[in-house]
């Protein structure tokens, strides 16, 4: 697979997110299968990794751990801080990036990483009771350690941004951006080229619904946190429909599938952009990395964008907002 640079980090154009395998989308996957499904990833020449320790919580770190032990030295972990968690493990639903907390976190992962570093570690969401000076002149110093090769923000506004980057230069920002979610284009992308900050796609395939194998009549796992995002009601994911059959048509003209063109479409963005999607199965990893090979000109991307793809529903639940830094 080709490869991108995140700053001054070379990885796979593609990357894989591993959080739905442990976390978040339904039953967990058999841990045998998870780590075997890790593996066809890499053998196929991804090189980038995405986990965190909130996934499980803490089951998915140790799984990638164990997956990519035997691949370790020519692959980038991208792991989380900045969640808290009580005595037994539980997540309490507060954030936690004080200090102490990140350095006793690192070694954490560290740990279940089965690794003595860690290529990118984010602050997985902006703690306002935290100066974010503080959080970035932490990971400065396990960096000078040796411990942390990369320092990334999460879901984090302009502002912070650029405090975080006096501090300690931020390798990459990790958000949501695909064809159903753009904003950042109005203010993240232009400021991240102006730093030069690579930008990690996260849900480039809108949490799934841009694969075209989810409808109004798709029933969730009670444990899929989709059952709690407005944008994925009955009601909007029927309105939304329009917005697949768009993606379909335009890639049927291309020989690719919707999940290829949506993926190539964020590729197509940047040349600093990487997109980390997630799956369970085999083939669809094999579907998503051909993605990479799916050429859009000028004139396609012209076509994407004058359809006008509009989409009914917020990203996430108002429960969820206080987690967003604007």
């Not at 154009?13 to 339904?26: A, D, E, F, P």
């Not at 502002?159 to 064809?179: K, W």
């Not at 946190?225 to 944008?231: A, D, K, L, M, Y």
């Not at 690719?256 to 993926?263: D, E, K, M, N, V």
């Amino acid at each position: 697979m080709k490869t991108r640079k995140l700053g001054t980090l070379e990885v796979s154009t593609i990357g894989l997110g591993c959080m739905g395998l442990s976390h978040g989308l339904g039953p967990a996957t058999d841990r045998t299968h998870a780590v075997a499904l890790i593996r066809a990833a890499a053998d196929r020449g991804v090189t980038f990794f995405d986990t965190a320790q909130v996934y499980g919580p803490f089951a998915n770190e140790e799984i990638v751990g164990e997956a990519l032990a035997p691949y370790r030295d020519r692959v980038v972990i991208a792991t989380k801080f900045g969640f808290d968690f009580d005595a037994n493990g539980r997540q309490t639903g507060k954030l936690d990036s004080r200090p102490a907390t990140i350095r006793r976190s690192t070694e954490d992962s560290l740990r279940r990483l089965r690794t003595d570093h860690i290529d990118l570690l984010y602050q997985h969401r902006v703690d306002k009771d935290v100066p974010i000076e503080d959080v970035a002149g932490t990971v400065k110093q396990l960096i000078t350690e040796g411990k942390v090769m990369h320092f990334g923000l999460s879901e984090a506004g302009v502002h912070t941004i650029r405090r975080a980057h006096d501090v300690q230069s931020v390798t990459a920002l990790q958000s949501e951006y695909s064809l159903w979610w753009r904003e950042p284009e109005q203010e993240i992308l232009p400021a991240l080229e102006q730093l030069g900050i690579g930008f990690v796609a996260f849900s480039p395939l809108g949490k799934g619904f841009l694969t075209g194998t989810v409808d109004e009549t798709t029933q969730f796992d009670s444990t899929d946190f989709r059952n709690t995002v407005p944008r994925f009601s009955a009601e909007n994911r029927r309105a939304n429909k329009t917005v697949v059959d768009q993606v379909g048509e335009i890639a049927a003209t291309k020989g690719a599938t919707p999940a290829q063109l949506a993926l190539a479409w964020v590729l197509a963005q940047r040349p600093w952009i990487v997109p980390i999607p997630g799956t369970t199965k085999l083939h669809r990893l094999e579907e998503n990395f051909g993605a990479a090979n799916v050429e859009l000109s000028a004139d396609d991307l012209r076509r994407i964008n004058d359809s006008k793809i509009t989409v009914r529903g917020e990203r996430y639940s108002e429960s969820s907002e206080w987690m967003i830094d604007r």
